[in-house]
């Protein structure tokens, strides 16, 4: 009976270590909208985590095709000001790096993290996209999303 009752539950333990909610880890999302060609529309970025895993800090790259953007801002979203976080961000022809993080070690609750406003260079709508995310612990422990 024992034997039998240990059986099942070393059956059981592969289904509950892949259990989603078990390992969550933050994920951004990046919100989706329409302009006509050469217009501008402003995305919201947005964090959603665990109560148990939330980022103190978090790092992104936003990627979009050569000559399809014009101009790109990010500015800092409401989950970030709250946090007492600020954005800060670099930019190629084809690529804008973010840093999401401040002087403290305060933790992001779910929320937008940054208002990404586009302009649009050509008559094609762009693809852009939210590359190698990352995220840091209160204690400076990286965390993937």
């Known amino acids: 009976m024992l034997k039998s009752a240990l059986v099942r539950a070393i059956a059981a333990l592969p289904l509950l270590l892949s259990s989603p909610s078990l390992w969550a880890q933050p994920v951004l999302t990046l919100s989706s909208a329409t ?3 050469g217009g501008s529309v402003t995305l919201n970025l947005s964090v ?3 109560a148990s895993n939330p980022p103190a800090a978090l790092q992104w790259i936003l990627s979009y095709p050569a000559g399809a953007v014009s101009n790109l801002n990010v500015s800092t979203g409401s989950a970030l000001s709250s946090a007492g976080k600020s954005v800060t961000c670099a930019g190629t022809a084809t690529r804008y790096i ?11 609750h779910d929320g937008v ?13 762009p693809m852009i996209a939210v590359l190698n995310p990352l995220g840091a612990t209160p204690t400076g422990s990286a965390i993937s999303i």
């Open 98 to 108: 973010c840093i999401a993080s401040g002087m403290n070690a305060t933790t992001i």
């Open 35 to 37: 302009t006509s060609p």
């Open 113 to 125: 993290v940054a208002m990404v406003t586009v302009t649009l260079s050509g008559s094609t709508a």
């Open 48 to 50: 959603s985590s665990t």
